[in-house]
């Protein structure tokens, strides 16, 4: 039968099956030793934590280690390769972990404190352009005392430090396998996760095999996966209807989330599992562009873009209008740009540009990339490109490339406006506003914001409930709108599509969204 189930319902029945002590979802005993196979049009960029602040982040969560991260129902880091950790000032400055014994990687190398400085430092000291230093803003340096303690001294307070230890860029590597200053580049890859992998064919293949020497709170629920990276969508989702793979995460477009909600009869071996998202999609203006530059175009643009027609055309449910960089969900969400400019009005657009003495209309090139986010992402900026030209201000052109291709333009400054997507680092409003601003953003676009990084980030990360920190966000929210350097266009549900036999898709999404892929195994029965 087909079966659509929410997180919530979920944990439901989780709970029933738990009560009566039976076997509704519960794994065949031989079913852990099957494979699993995921599709996923999400491919990494690079095997190395040091160069990757995207979505490579779905191999590193289950290959290798961070110190502390996840564990599926927990909101708040807890241990992973660490069996504990703390800070040990009142300022939160001092932050300190005491590793697991006797963990190893998965070639049989000590893991050890020396082994987590180093993936430290090397981060710092690679500094890659589009990689993860800049969430280590408020790193000073990491000691080290003996085999098992690793203090990390930061240069201000910062509640979210142990978020970002949680963040699979952080995941702990070899010091044999990878150099201190430069990046990996055999095309392999050592870790001490869940998994070991056994082989990487990029734009086609990862096969992850059980790591029999992982210690960690991971408990598998099978034995091995292939990750089978696709770069359309409607063919991975024809694999998964000829049940050549047993799951899809990332890539379904709204068609096919609606063909399943909808054509039940025809897909009755297959399963839906959605929830509520915090990934966002926005538009990004470069300031070194001669138009988008120019504060009255960006405001322009977001007087005339209709998210309520995007997501209505495009997305069919799927997604909804977002109005903030922080998204629903998140504490210090607000509506600030409807707050700011109302429903779209080309007359006041007009106004706007006619004021600034800009004639139109306004020539802008769209970057868009052709194969991250689905391929919804087409019919996406075709809307954009129809609402901008049909209130004639604009005048625009569409670009894209594959995702490899793409990122290395945005992070050269190439392209005047581009479209991103965000999946966070971790469950926090500051994730959805510290990245994006600073010199060494994780857009390489740099934005210059004293206010937000000199003040209310400060203000913040001296704050350990983060419950408390809703004003400095609100106020951080009305100087994005003021700048109109980032667009926030739409905020997604998530979406797990697997066959009817194929269990623990209600549990395989961290608070990153990140998939666990550890969580899946095949039903005994049905």
């Known amino acids: 039968m087909f079966n659509r189930t929410s997180l919530q319902a979920a944990a439901t029945l989780a709970s029933i099956s738990l009560l009566a002590g039976c076997g509704l979802f519960s794994a065949d005993s031989a079913g852990g030793d099957q494979k699993i196979t995921i599709g996923t049009t999400s491919e990494p960029s690079t095997l190395d934590p040091a160069a990757a602040w995207d979505n490579s982040w779905e191999l590193y969560r289950n290959v290798f280690q961070t110190l502390v991260a996840f564990p599926t129902g927990s909101t708040t880091p807890q241990p992973d390769a660490a069996d504990n950790c703390k800070f040990t000032d009142s300022t939160n400055k001092v932050y300190r972990c005491e590793l697991r014994e006797g963990l190893t990687f998965s070639n049989g190398h000590k893991l050890d404190a020396d082994a987590v400085k180093h993936s430290f430092d090397r981060i710092v000291k690679i500094n890659a352009n589009g990689g ?112 050549e793979i047993d799951v899809i995460y990332r890539g379904l477009t709204s068609e096919e989330v609606v063909e399943l909600e909808q054509k039940k009869e025809e897909n009755d071996h297959l399963q839906l599992i959605e929830t509520v998202g915090a990934d966002i999609r926005y538009l990004v203006f470069n300031p070194k562009d001669e138009s988008a530059a120019k504060l009255p175009v960006r405001q322009a643009v977001a007087q005339v873009v209709d998210r309520d027609a995007l997501v209505a055309k495009v997305y069919q449910g799927t997604a909804e209008p977002l109005y903030s960089m922080v998204p629903k ?81 945005f992070q050269k400054g190439e392209y005047p406006v581009f479209g991103r997507g965000w999946f966070p680092d971790f469950p926090d409003p500051d994730n959805f506003v510290a990245p994006f601003v600073g010199k060494n953003n ?85």
């Open 132 to 243: 993860p230093n800049g969430l280590l803003a408020s790193l000073d340096g990491v000691t080290t005392d003996g085999d098992l303690i690793v203090t990390f001294n930061l240069n201000k307070p910062d509640a979210t430090f142990p978020f970002v230890l949680a963040a699979p860029a952080m995941s702990i590597v070899d010091p044999a396998e990878y150099p201190a200053g430069k990046l990996r580049e055999d095309g392999k890859l050592t870790g001490s996760g869940p998994y070991t992998l056994k082989s990487y064919t990029p734009g086609s293949d990862a096969e992850l095999a059980e790591n029999t020497s992982y210690k960690g709170f991971a408990d598998r629920k099978n034995k091995a996966v292939t990750i089978q990276y696709f770069q359309d969508s409607d063919e991975m989702f024809g694999a998964l209807k000829k049940k």
């Open 329 to 409: 969900g998140i504490s210090g969400h607000a509506t600030s740009f409807f707050d700011e400019y109302g429903d779209p009005d080309v007359d006041k657009a007009r106004g706007i540009l006619q004021d600034a003495g800009i004639d139109t209309p306004v020539p802008l090139t769209l970057w868009f990339t052709t194969d991250r986010y689905g391929s919804g992402t087409v019919a996406e900026f075709a809307e954009l490109k129809r609402q901008l030209e049909a209130s004639g201000l604009f005048e625009i052109t569409l670009k894209s490339k594959p995702w490899k291709d793409f990122q290395a333009g």
């Open 442 to 526: 994780a857009l390489s676009t740099p934005y210059e914001s004293r206010e937000i990084t000199d003040e209310l980030l400060p203000q913040s990360r001296r704050e350990s409930d983060r419950g408390a920190v809703i004003e400095q966000f609100e106020r951080a929210q009305e100087i994005l709108v003021d700048d109109v350097r980032l667009l926030p266009l739409w905020q997604g549900k998530l979406y797990v599509a697997a066959s009817e036999e194929i269990s623990g898709g209600e549990r395989a999404l961290d608070p990153q969204t990140v998939m666990q892929l550890w969580e899946f195994s095949r039903k005994a029965s049905w």
